[in-house]
């Protein structure tokens, strides 16, 4: 069964910073996707970047990026320029692209505070 | 279409009551997904369906859930005899059918069994 872990419970930041959150996988698969969600405080939880296991190429959307090392079965995010409303809970999960249901498997989250 | 929504957003119930969700989805979605997420926790798969047929039920998914979507529009998530460690927020997602189906999120129900 794949798992997916978040070794930093709580991180912080400066605004304007940079911050990066970790992330570990463990599958036995070679195609999957990976994805970053974000969970403000009351609110729905929205998808912040996604990469596909085949693509070498890092993933970028505006101030988030990843670092994704197949080999390593590591997923980090990184925020640029953080804001004050990047403040949230930040879950990592894993999708297989091929079975018919594609259930995401989530990490247990990063709770990140900006301080202004 | 204002995004996927569901009703009601919080209860609270006593132990041994029968209580039920509602999830409307995103109008186009034909894949409707049902998540819980106990407090500090990511969220846990428990069922998804496509158009109406349900076709994937997690282990976490006990003989006291039971899940529909007769129309496969909206769906309803009913927990019988609840039970305390049933309290979790109720999350409902909806996506096309596909490989690059992202998920949207509903904001959730959370329930409080006493």
């Known amino acids: 069964a794949q798992t997916v872990t978040q070794s930093q419970p709580e991180m912080s930041v400066q605004e304007a910073e940079t911050v990066t959150l970790s992330c570990t996988y463990d599958?036995?698969?070679?195609?999957?996707?990976l994805f970053w969600y974000k969970q403000p405080p009351s609110r729905q939880m929205i998808l912040v970047i996604r990469q596909e296991a085949y693509k070498q190429q890092n993933a970028t959307e505006n101030r988030f990026s990843v670092n994704f090392q197949k080999a390593a079965k590591s997923f980090s995010l990184k925020i640029s320029d953080s804001q004050l409303g990047d403040a949230a809970m930040y879950f990592c999960a894993y999708r297989r692209p091929k079975t018919s249901g594609s259930r995401l498997t989530f990490g247990e989250g990063t709770q990140l505070t900006v301080n202004p | 279409d204002t995004g996927v929504s569901q009703d009601p957003r919080h209860k609270i119930t006593k132990r041994g009551q029968n209580v039920t969700f509602r999830c409307d989805p995103i109008s186009e979605h034909n894949r409707l997904y049902w998540y819980r997420q106990t407090l500090g926790q990511g969220p846990e798969f428990l069922t998804y369906f496509q158009n109406e047929a349900q076709l994937e039920k997690s282990r976490l998914l006990s003989d006291r859930f039971s899940a529909e979507r007769p129309k496969g529009s909206f769906s309803t998530l009913e927990i019988q005899r609840t039970e305390q460690g049933d309290s979790a927020m109720y999350l409902c997602a909806s996506s096309f059918m596909g490989e690059n189906n992202e998920q949207f999120f509903g904001p959730g129900t959370r329930l409080t069994v006493l």
């Open positions: 599958t036995s698969e070679s195609d999957y996707y």
